[in-house]
């Protein structure tokens, strides 16, 4: 998120849209998810968990958290 909207760091419970985030850069952000995660990603996740910590919590919930935690680490991500 924080890369999308040009920033070096983004607060885990800052709220993308608020922080300057817009629908264009959501698909592009799902885009990102899909291939670093190697998961289906929908828009709508993003606009009903808008901070990185809201949307962590929801990719995990969904999908196989330990899974997640290896590709993040392997990208050199974190969630």
């Known amino acids: 998120m924080a890369a999308l909207l040009g920033r070096e760091r983004l607060a885990a419970d800052a709220d993308f849209f608020e922080s300057g985030g817009h629908s264009l850069l959501v698909i592009r952000l799902v885009a990102r998810i899909r291939k670093v995660f190697l998961i289906e990603v929908e828009p709508g996740l993003v606009f009903e968990h808008?901070?990185?910590?809201?949307l962590a919590r929801a990719l995990c919930a969904a999908g196989d958290a330990a899974a997640l935690e290896q590709l993040a680490a392997a990208q050199g991500a974190q969630i």
Not at 50 to 54: D, H, I, N
């Open 50 to 54: 808008a901070s990185p910590q809201a």
